[in-house]
């Protein structure tokens, strides 16, 4: 065994190096496009209703950011369902591992469109309606501004929850097909901290734990996507013996 190739299990062809170009760039370029963005998002803290709502009724660029963030996603996802592509495996359980992650990659992305409709649309306009109601009214905004975070919540929590699943499916295919065993395991770990992020999402909000999941997350993302481009890009398949030798 060369280094250009890593080990696969008996029976089972090489891997396509090229083909898993397009879902390495495309998982890479969509983090990375994703936390930038995410910089521009309105901070302040996330459960102090009445802090963080006033900087959002004065956040200017509120949509562009969560649309921005939507793309972003898509095109994370887009990668995830071309691995699930390029690894495909027509026998066992990791057969069924790639059917079941790309239903999760795409019920993340359903999710995530409702998210963003929730977040991006629905409490940005709560929160404006809330800022500039009359004292009277105050009460009552400020109410219907909680209700619809709360629901952003509960849909935030079932995102995580199905994208982690698709990671730990995605995490089972690359290790039938034969990827570098670190990879693997390094997209389990994600899926658990998305798992994780659900769970405190859903149970008390966006939390100071919450915000150490999505780092701890990020950073698992940055560390298994980086090596998976370093492996379609830079492993070589090795050539085929002239017909002299």
Same mark, same amino acid.
């Given at each position: 065994? @060369?280094?250009?190739?890593?080990?696969?299990?008996?029976?089972? /062809?090489?891997?396509?190096?090229?083909?898993?170009?397009?879902?390495?760039?495309?998982? +890479?370029?969509?983090?990375? #496009? =994703?936390?930038?963005?995410?910089?521009?998002?309105?901070?302040? /803290?996330?459960?102090?209703?009445?802090?963080?709502? *006033?900087?959002?009724?004065?956040?200017? @660029?509120?949509?562009?950011?969560?649309?921005?963030?939507?793309?972003?996603?898509?095109?994370?996802? &887009?990668?995830?369902?071309? #691995?699930?592509?390029? #690894?495909?495996?027509?026998?066992?359980?990791?057969?069924?591992?790639?059917?079941?992650? *790309?239903?999760?990659?795409?019920?993340? +992305?359903?999710?995530?469109?409702? #998210?963003?409709?929730?977040?991006?649309?629905?409490?940005?306009?709560?929160?404006?309606?809330?800022?500039? &109601?009359?004292?009277?009214?105050?009460?009552?905004?400020?109410?219907?501004?909680?209700?619809?975070?709360?629901?952003?919540?509960?849909?935030?929590?079932?995102?995580?929850?199905?994208?982690?699943?698709?990671?730990?499916?995605?995490?089972?295919?690359?290790?039938?097909?034969?990827?570098?065993? /670190?990879?693997?395991?390094? !997209?389990?770990?994600?899926?658990?901290?998305?798992?994780?992020?659900?769970?405190?999402?859903? *149970?008390?909000?966006? @939390?100071?734990?919450?915000?150490?999941? !999505?780092?701890?997350? =990020?950073?698992?993302?940055?560390?298994?996507? @980086?090596?998976?481009?370093?492996?379609?890009?830079?492993?070589?398949?090795?050539?085929?013996?002239?017909?002299?030798?």
């Amino acid at each position: 065994m @060369t280094a250009e190739t890593p080990s696969r299990r008996p029976g089972r /062809p090489p891997i396509d190096r090229t083909s898993l170009r397009l879902p390495a760039t495309l998982l +890479l370029a969509g983090q990375l #496009l =994703f936390i930038v963005i995410t910089q521009f998002h309105a901070g302040g /803290p996330a459960n102090d209703h009445p802090a963080v709502f *006033a900087g959002y009724a004065g956040s200017r @660029t509120w949509t562009a950011v969560h649309l921005g963030q939507f793309a972003a996603m898509a095109v994370l996802l &887009a990668g995830l369902l071309a #691995l699930f592509s390029a #690894l495909e495996v027509r026998a066992g359980t990791a057969r069924w591992a790639g059917r079941f992650g *790309a239903a999760s990659a795409v019920a993340t +992305l359903a999710l995530y469109g409702v #998210l963003q409709a929730v977040d991006g649309v629905a409490l940005k306009q709560a929160v404006d309606a809330w800022a500039g &109601a009359p004292d009277a009214a105050q009460a009552a905004r400020f109410a219907g501004a909680e209700a619809v975070r709360w629901l952003e919540w509960g849909v935030r929590s079932y995102q995580d929850v199905a994208l982690g699943l698709a990671l730990l499916f995605a995490a089972a295919v690359v290790r039938a097909a034969g990827l570098p065993g /670190p990879i693997a395991y390094l !997209i389990v770990l994600c899926g658990l901290a998305y798992l994780a992020q659900g769970w405190v999402a859903g *149970a008390e909000g966006f @939390t100071e734990t919450q915000t150490i999941l !999505i780092v701890l997350a =990020f950073a698992l993302n940055l560390a298994w996507m @980086t090596w998976l481009v370093i492996v379609a890009w830079r492993v070589r398949d090795r050539q085929a013996p002239s017909p002299a030798g």
